[in-house]
């Protein structure tokens, strides 16, 4: 065989194991969240095209929205639109990293204040990712099982929060 064509045979063989690293490489980064949150969830957290940002609170009267989380009902204080805002598609990329997420802490059996939600909705399919974030928890509406989150949840709050009329945590 020539060197030219043992040449072009190397270089083949190096870009199909490189690429198959970074298939690798991009699986094992989400594959914990994607087993948390279902990978119909994930792909509506990565791809929806109607995101909302809603802010929650206590329960005081039945004239709100109302939101079943982690077996509490929280209300609906007031929903965002904010599908367009620049620097979603990185806020949505973080929700679906491992790293962002403490796997070795169990979330303590205690009530939490649930007071954040991002809402995501495409072609008649929705999903709502609830968050307390005094306590750094998330979990999905309407189902049980919640995981701790790290230092993003700080991000998420200081990229939705400037879009919500209220602060996230404040009761009307």
Not at 51 to 62: F, I, N, S, T
Not at 76 to 102: C, F, K, P
Not at 138 to 162: L, Q, S, W
């Amino acid at each position: 065989m020539s060197r030219g064509k043992c040449a072009i045979l190397t270089m083949v063989l190096l870009g199909c194991a490189l690429g198959g690293y970074a298939v690798w490489h991009h699986y094992r980064q989400g594959r914990r969240i994607l087993e948390f949150w279902g990978s119909e969830a994930a792909m509506l957290i990565r791809h929806a095209d109607q995101v909302e940002v809603w802010r929650l609170g206590p329960q005081a009267d039945h004239s709100r929205s109302q939101l079943q989380v982690d077996g509490q009902t929280v209300a609906v204080l007031e929903q965002v639109e904010i599908s367009s805002l620049r620097g979603l598609v990185h806020a949505r990329h973080a929700l679906i990293i491992d790293r962002n997420y403490d796997w070795s802490a169990a979330p303590e059996g205690r009530l939490v204040a649930w007071n954040l939600a991002l809402h995501f909705r495409q072609d008649g399919q929705q999903v709502t990712l609830v968050f307390a974030t005094d306590s750094r928890l998330a979990c999905i509406a309407g189902r049980t099982g919640v995981v701790r989150v790290t230092k993003m949840m700080d991000r998420v709050v200081e990229f939705v929060t400037p879009h919500l009329a209220g602060t996230v945590g404040q009761n009307p």
